[in-house]
């Protein structure tokens, strides 16, 4: 990666999360354009990019990012409320960072090099993880439907839908390790989760619970282990 990139981003990190305090965050949610902490907070990007490069004559490449950088961070906090703050998030995250790739190409010409997205091997790895998401956790609920325990179709105590998305996360955790030749991590995983639920199923008391919890997590660790080995032997 050219290393102009790199240091554009990390002058917008650096802004954006580490020079940027909740307090700033919150002025600018109240005040919207009136707080004089946006345009701080623009002037610090702009400063970081010249304190990064050491060079004033990318004077044009500073102000650049930092004017659109106000512009996009205007429209957020005007279209922010309390329904989309989530959502707006990420989306001036990747506005910014599109940004920054944008300016780095017309002023360095840098290209970006994705020839991999046609390539087989990418497909491969790309349809193997989305398997294990969202496919995987149907056919889970299918599968072990049956054995539900009785009153336990509902937990108010749990997080909205906090297990379905765990078990995501650790079958893309299962899918990285292998792919990667860390299968020890797998055991690791295994072994974290393992303590975090013994807690749990012993206040329980519920030998059902606790054995409708083991069919699951080995389910879903069998199921990540054998689409990550089934991927890793076609790409090999």
């Not at 946006?38 to 004017?67: E, M, R, T």
């Not at 106000?70 to 989309?84: E, G, H, M, S, Y």
Request: charged share 15%; aromatic share 14%.
């Amino acid at each position: 990666m050219d290393i102009y990139l790199v240091k554009l981003i990390l002058a917008h990190l650096i802004g954006d999360f580490f020079l940027q305090p909740n307090s700033w965050v919150k002025d600018k949610e109240q005040k919207k354009l009136k707080s004089w902490k946006l345009y701080l907070h623009v002037g610090i990007h702009i400063v970081l990019i010249f304190l990064i490069f050491f060079d004033f004559s990318i004077w044009k490449v500073a102000l650049s990012i930092g004017g659109i950088h106000l512009v996009i961070d205007a429209l957020k906090i005007l279209l922010q409320n309390n329904k989309n703050t989530r959502i707006l998030f990420f989306i001036d995250q990747v506005l910014h960072f599109i940004t920054i790739v944008v300016i780095w190409h017309f002023a360095y010409k840098g290209r970006i090099n994705i020839s991999y997205i046609n390539e087989i091997n990418t497909w491969i790895i790309v349809s193997g993880l989305v398997f294990l998401t969202m496919p995987t956790s149907i056919v889970m609920r299918v599968i072990i439907a049956k054995w539900l325990p009785p009153n336990q179709s509902q937990t108010p105590q749990s997080l909205q839908n906090a297990g379905k998305y765990i078990g995501i996360l650790e079958r893309a955790l299962i899918f990285l390790f292998i792919l990667t030749n860390h299968f020890e991590a797998v055991g690791f995983l295994l072994g974290a989760k393992s303590i975090f639920r013994f807690g749990d199923l012993t206040k329980a008391h519920d030998i059902k619970l606790t054995e409708y919890v083991l069919i699951g997590t080995l389910l879903s660790f069998g199921i990540a282990i054998a689409v990550a080995m089934f991927c890793q032997n076609l790409i090999a």
